[in-house]
Every structure is written in structure tokens, then in C-alpha cells.
């Protein structure tokens, strides 16, 4: 059985500490985290846009790159002393949503934070990688909330009954 740990900034602990409770012992745990390419590609577009090749040592989107790696390989460290047992660390870059997915395939469960609005109980406590991500998984998926979860009283109203047209007869 592997286990697949989505790590993100802000929401990990929650994860890692369900995978402690709900992972088997004999499962194989992986710790992943996925930083988005478009930030350093965005940084480097600017930089050879407006400022030329000239300089590639002063470029800002190496610099974001090594920066994100370094943040993410701490994070994945952390994450790992906290699980407390064997795990992989798996770093990937790309559309976050979809290489979570892609890095799902063939596990035996994803685990996940809600992302969005924790507030309320609903549909928007999911942020949009996050709704694709449990739209699309191949796994199951264990969905948790980061902190306390909010009261049954903060589930949103039903709607309105639909409106029936008139009948012809």
C-alpha cells in the first residue's frame, strides 16, 4: 500500500498527521510537494523582456528557482521529522494540480487539506488545485481539515424550491 502526502505551506501538518493515524504501518508513505513553474518562468520572462541576456548570474528566475527548491526540500524535511517513520520525499514542478494527480496514479490513497474558505462547511472550503485534484484522483483520497473543523451551522442554506412554469393543458 503506498500512501501519497500532499505537502503544501500552511495546511501540511494536518496531512502528515493523518497519515500517522490512518496509514498502516507496512504502508509506504510519500511525501510530496509540487511548486509551480510559473512563478520562476514568469520572473525570467520579465528579466529577458525588459532587461536583456547580458547578465544571466543576476536573472530572477534562477534565483526564484533555487529558492523554491531550497523551501521546498526544508518543508519536505519537516514534514518527514514530524511523520515520525520511513517516507519518501518526493519534490515535482509543474501545474500543481495536475502533478499531484500524476503523482497519485496507482497509490492507495491521497491525502489532502481543505484549501479554501474553512469557515463554513460547503464546496468552497476547496480551493481550485484542490477541486481538480479530488474531482480527478485515481486513489482514494482522505480529505482533512487543517484545523477544527467549523459547526454543522455553518453549512450553507438549501436553495430556493424551483419555481414551476405554468401547466397548458
Given at each position: 500500500?503506498?500512501?501519497?502526502?500532499?505537502?503544501?505551506?500552511?495546511?501540511?501538518?494536518?496531512?502528515?498527521?493523518?497519515?500517522?493515524?490512518?496509514?498502516?504501518?507496512?504502508?509506504?508513505?510519500?511525501?510530496?510537494?509540487?511548486?509551480?513553474?510559473?512563478?520562476?518562468?514568469?520572473?525570467?520572462?520579465?528579466?529577458?523582456?525588459?532587461?536583456?541576456?547580458?547578465?544571466?548570474?543576476?536573472?530572477?528566475?534562477?534565483?526564484?528557482?533555487?529558492?523554491?527548491?531550497?523551501?521546498?526540500?526544508?518543508?519536505?524535511?519537516?514534514?518527514?521529522?514530524?511523520?515520525?517513520?520511513?517516507?519518501?520525499?518526493?519534490?515535482?514542478?509543474?501545474?500543481?494540480?495536475?502533478?499531484?494527480?500524476?503523482?497519485?496514479?496507482?497509490?492507495?490513497?491521497?491525502?489532502?487539506?481543505?484549501?479554501?474558505?474553512?469557515?463554513?462547511?460547503?464546496p468552497r472550503s476547496?480551493?481550485?488545485?484542490s477541486r481538480f485534484?479530488?474531482?480527478?484522483?485515481?486513489?482514494?483520497?482522505l480529505l482533512v481539515?487543517?484545523?477544527?473543523?467549523?459547526?454543522?451551522?455553518?453549512?450553507?442554506?438549501?436553495?430556493?424550491?424551483?419555481?414551476?412554469?405554468?401547466?397548458?393543458?
Amino acid at each position: 500500500m503506498t500512501v501519497v502526502v500532499w505537502i503544501v505551506e500552511g495546511t501540511w501538518p494536518a496531512c502528515v498527521d493523518a497519515a500517522r493515524t490512518h496509514a498502516h504501518p507496512g504502508a509506504g508513505i510519500v511525501l510530496l510537494h509540487v511548486t509551480p513553474a510559473d512563478v520562476p518562468g514568469a520572473a525570467h520572462g520579465a528579466f529577458a523582456g525588459l532587461l536583456g541576456r547580458g547578465h544571466p548570474e543576476r536573472d530572477p528566475g534562477t534565483q526564484l528557482a533555487h529558492l523554491a527548491a531550497a523551501s521546498a526540500d526544508q518543508l519536505l524535511t519537516t514534514a518527514a521529522q514530524r511523520l515520525g517513520r520511513p517516507c519518501t520525499r518526493q519534490e515535482r514542478t509543474g501545474r500543481v494540480e495536475r502533478e499531484v494527480v500524476t503523482a497519485a496514479e496507482g497509490a492507495e490513497l491521497l491525502i489532502l487539506a481543505r484549501d479554501g474558505d474553512r469557515t463554513h462547511l460547503g464546496p468552497r472550503s476547496l480551493g481550485p488545485a484542490s477541486r481538480f485534484i479530488v474531482d480527478h484522483a485515481p486513489c482514494p483520497v482522505l480529505l482533512v481539515w487543517p484545523e477544527t473543523a467549523p459547526g454543522i451551522a455553518t453549512i450553507p442554506p438549501p436553495p430556493p424550491p424551483p419555481s414551476h412554469p405554468p401547466q397548458h393543458r
